[in-house]
């Protein structure tokens, strides 16, 4: 609670405000019931019309200053309920970026997206929706006790069984109802995920006829979570039943007994009204405070979510960083291991040493699996060696903050990442403030430059999301010139140039060449004809570092870069 109180702090005019106006509120509606005792008892016996219209004209005014004072509770528990949810919004946000890669291997997106959205708004409709209630059925429910008492003590006395009673329901139904919640969000998750797996495979699905199998995925998890709903609600729902039950109850008991002493003449018809006004606003205190328990109840299950993702400390920190630059991009590795989870059995890289000296064009080749994606992860520290030691002009990574690491280094990724946006504001990503002709020059390194006037608006043509309306060679040359705009001192093409023919990609690295003769380059690739004009070349077998050197000493002298050699020149795969 003190965690979710810390995000309140912002909204903690409103808040307060919110609460004096409950409060007022209930003040004033606990003193009609009253004057309504007062007008049967005195006016209406007396016959007195002037008392009554003078009472009946103070219960209007207060019941429209009790409507006044509901309006302004709507508001300032709107703004403090929408405002609370948007700063645990932001703060999930900003703390999944710190998150290493390890740390979102912990949790799969779609867990995340729901966390941010349905996760956030429940508890945000706690407060919107509980706050009044909860404030409010406290100081109602003792007032009208208190009043209770004084009217008539002895029969205020059914409280004493109908309370209790009332706990023991709700206590039950809570027990029960709180695991179902936590399955309730943990099937909300799988849903997302099945819609997004969907929806990110969805040329998959369609050019494989699988639109009826993906239906029926969805469709598991769908029932699933319409049953743990079905079974959460239902047994909430059990709640407003069993308070009415008891407050029928209990309205017949003081009806019984109340008319009794009315009959006896111990108790006027104007305090039995009152007494039972009264009672029915202890009973509906008691009903209200239930429902704002099972909506406490509800929102705890997705604060303990959130707070999973607010507490998961980042595995990649800055707390060895000190004030230094990269200048040159040379980099060695020095008897490098690394696996994804300490509990594995295997590293994925193992005993990995070389050295890349400033300004070299490096080539890593191997077979698919050999984890050369996962060797230049480690170069940005997207992940944390195991052991061993990463150095970047003779400094360790770790001596680097990860902004500035991360903004030395260019990386063009396996998988082309656009956003939805124009092609400037992607290509801004690479350099937020670049010129018109620093865009134009990367545009021309990277070949953007043949293609880029046959859109509809050039550089202002706005790109659906992840770049659907371009060309999977298009994408992947508008990747090379954003990354080129940053202008790094290493710059890593992890086999971004597979969508390309051999003539292109031997014009971008010419042009790499020509125009940032200095950067460090490293380029992944499957073709030997991709890295063969590399200063060495390095290939990884199996997570391992098999052979360095240049192209013709690994024609010569290596069996595993031979074969693939050959095995390319037999499918056409000829060195341009």
């Known amino acids: 609670m003190n965690n979710l109180l810390h995000y309140a702090r912002k909204y903690k005019k409103e808040l307060i405000l919110a609460i004096i106006c409950i409060e007022a509120e209930t003040i004033f509606e606990l003193i009609i019931p009253m004057i309504m005792a007062d007008i049967i008892d005195v006016g209406v016996a007396n016959g007195n019309k002037s008392y009554i219209l003078m009472k009946g004209g103070q219960m209007i005014a207060f019941a429209a200053v009790a409507l006044l004072l509901g ?10 309920g929408n405002g609370i949810g948007a700063e645990i919004r932001k703060a999930e946000f900003q703390k999944m970026q710190t998150y290493s890669f390890a740390n979102t291997d912990r949790f799969s997106t779609s867990s995340l997206v729901t966390r ?4 956030v708004t429940t508890i945000q409709n706690s407060i919107t929706n509980g706050m009044r209630p909860g404030f409010r059925s406290p100081v109602m429910m003792l007032t009208a006790l208190v009043v209770s008492f004084r ?7 059914v409280f004493f069984i109908a309370a209790p009673l009332l706990a023991v329901i709700l206590f039950f139904i809570i027990k029960n109802v709180r695991p179902l919640y936590g399955k309730m969000q943990g099937a909300m998750d799988l849903v997302n995920r099945a819609i997004q797996e969907n929806l ?48 029928y109850g209990t309205i017949l008991s003081i009806l019984w007994f109340g008319g009794n002493l009315v009959i006896g003449e111990h108790m006027k018809v104007g305090a039995l009204t009152s007494f039972l006004s009264y009672v029915l606003q202890v009973l509906n205190s008691l009903m209200m405070f239930s429902n704002v328990f099972l909506l406490f109840t509800r929102s705890l299950t997705s604060w303990r979510r959130i707070s999973e993702v607010l507490t998961e400390e980042p595995e990649i920190r800055d707390d060895r960083a000190t004030d230094i630059e990269i200048t040159r991009g040379g980099i060695q590795f020095d008897h490098v291991y690394f696996k994804y989870r300490e509990t594995a059995k295997e590293y994925v890289l193992s005993d990995i040493s070389f050295q890349i000296l400033p300004g070299q064009t490096v080539g890593i080749i191997g077979q698919t699996g050999a984890a050369k994606s996962t060797l230049v992860q480690l170069i940005q520290r997207l992940y944390e060696i195991n052991s061993g030691e990463i150095l970047i002009d003779g400094q360790p990574i770790y001596k680097y903050t990860q902004d500035h690491l991360r903004e030395a280094i260019g990386m063009v990724l396996q998988k082309n990442t656009l956003f939805s946006g124009t092609v400037k504001e992607n290509l801004c990503w690479g350099k937020e403030n670049a010129s018109d002709e620093e865009i134009r020059e990367a545009c021309r390194i990277a070949c953007v430059d043949e293609f880029i006037d046959r859109l509809d608006a050039g550089l202002n043509t706005v790109l659906g999301q992840g ?57 992944i690739s499957q073709r030997i004809s991709s890295v063969s004009h590399g200063d060495q070349i390095i290939i990884l077998d199996d997570g391992r570092v098999n052979a360095v050197g240049t192209h013709d000493e690994l024609l010569n002298h290596n069996e595993i870069y031979r074969d693939i050699f050959e095995s390319q020149q037999k499918g056409g795969g000829l060195l341009a």
Do not use: W
Not at 219 to 228: A, C, I, M, R, S
Not at 467 to 495: E, F, H, T, W, Y
């Open 71 to 80: 309006h302004a509770c709507a508001r300032f528990t709107a703004i403090c």
């Open 116 to 119: 941010l959205t349905s996760d």
């Open 151 to 157: 009217l008539n003590a002895r029969l205020a006395m």
């Open 200 to 247: 990110r495979a969805i040329r998959v699905v369609k050019a494989y006829v699988r639109g009826e199998y993906e239906t029926d995925k969805f469709g598991e998890v769908n029932t699933y979570l319409k049953n743990t709903s079905e079974r959460s609600f239902s047994l909430a729902a059990l709640n407003m039943p069993a308070m009415q039950f008891v407050m």
């Open 467 to 523: 770049g659907v309306n371009l060309s999977g060679g298009q994408k992947q040359r508008l990747c090379i010139a954003r990354a080129i705009l940053k202008k790094p001192r290493i710059l890593i093409l992890d086999d971004s140039t597979s969508a390309l023919d051999t003539a292109t990609e031997q014009k971008i690295n010419d042009g790499l060449k020509d125009a940032l003769p200095d950067m460090t380059k490293i380029i």
